[in-house]
């Protein structure tokens, strides 16, 4: 089992930067890797950005260029850089971890962009 708590989400305006934290406990062994998705009002969850164990990352393109994810292993941790907020940024966090043939996910934290 893995649990995974995010952080950092809050109220911030356009043109803003935010920054998310994913702290893992449990089965830290078995993530292959950490990412975000987000999920907006009457939309489906969509993919945010992935760091492997090796440090190889993944963007969406609706973030990429805007957005860095980065590892601390010593402190099992997972951050989401964000600048250049826009409204449309606006949706839950989920924290997420790939331990192979099982997914885990966060409780979400939201991030509301608005002037």
């Known amino acids: 089992q893995v649990q995974l708590v995010e952080s950092g989400g809050g109220l911030v305006q356009p043109g803003g930067s935010l920054r998310l934290s994913c702290a893992a406990s449990g089965s830290i062994g078995s993530i292959a890797a950490l990412g975000w998705y987000r999920q907006a009002p009457g939309k489906e969850r969509e993919l945010v950005a992935l760091i492997s164990t090796r440090g190889s990352t993944n963007y969406a393109n609706s973030l990429k260029g805007r957005a860095t994810i980065s590892r601390d292993n010593a402190k099992n941790t997972v951050y989401l850089q964000m600048n250049s907020l826009k409204p449309e940024d606006t949706a839950r966090y989920y924290c997420?971890?790939?331990?192979?043939?099982?997914?885990?996910w966060g409780n979400g934290t939201l991030v509301t962009v608005s002037s």
């Open positions: 997420y971890a790939d331990a192979f043939t099982v997914d885990y």
